[in-house]
Nanobody, 125 residues
Framework: QVQLVESGGGLVQAGGSLRLSCAASGRTFSNTPMGWFRQAPGKEREFVAA???????YYAESVKGRFTISRDNARNTMYLQMNSLKPEDTAVYYCAAEISPLPTIKTLPSEYRYWGQGTQVTVSS
């Protein structure tokens, strides 16, 4: 089992920055592909960014160049640095993890078994 807890959400003006954290516990963290997703009211959950256990990353086009995903395996924590935020980035942000021996990048919600409770990010115009 893997337990995930997000933090770092809040209210920020357009153009501002936030850093989300996802603390993992419950088992070995280092071999877990992980990702960030977001869900705005009335919309489906969408992929934001993913990272495998070796540090390779992948981003949605809408956040590429503005968001950076990273992980600190020693601290069992994943991060999402969000810069140049836009009102359309407003959503509940979720972190996700899966157990896999392969250095895969996972971009679909169905590929992840473990989810955090979510943290609200609101960007005002």
């Amino acid at each position: 089992q893997v337990q995930l807890v997000e933090s770092g959400g809040g209210l920020v003006q357009a153009g501002g920055s936030l850093r989300l954290s996802c603390a993992a516990s419950g088992r070995t963290f280092s071999n877990t592909p992980m990702g960030w997703f977001r869900q705005a009211p009335g919309k489906e959950r969408e992929f934001v960014a993913a990272i495998n256990w070796s540090g390779s990353t992948y981003y949605a086009e809408s956040v590429k160049g503005r968001f950076t995903i990273s992980r600190d395996n020693a601290r069992n924590t994943m991060y999402l640095q969000m810069n140049s935020l836009k009102p359309e980035d407003t959503a509940v942000y979720y972190c996700a993890a899966e157990i896999s021996p392969l250095p895969t990048i996972k971009t679909l919600p169905s590929e992840y078994r473990y989810w955090g409770q979510g943290t609200q990010v609101t960007v005002s115009s």
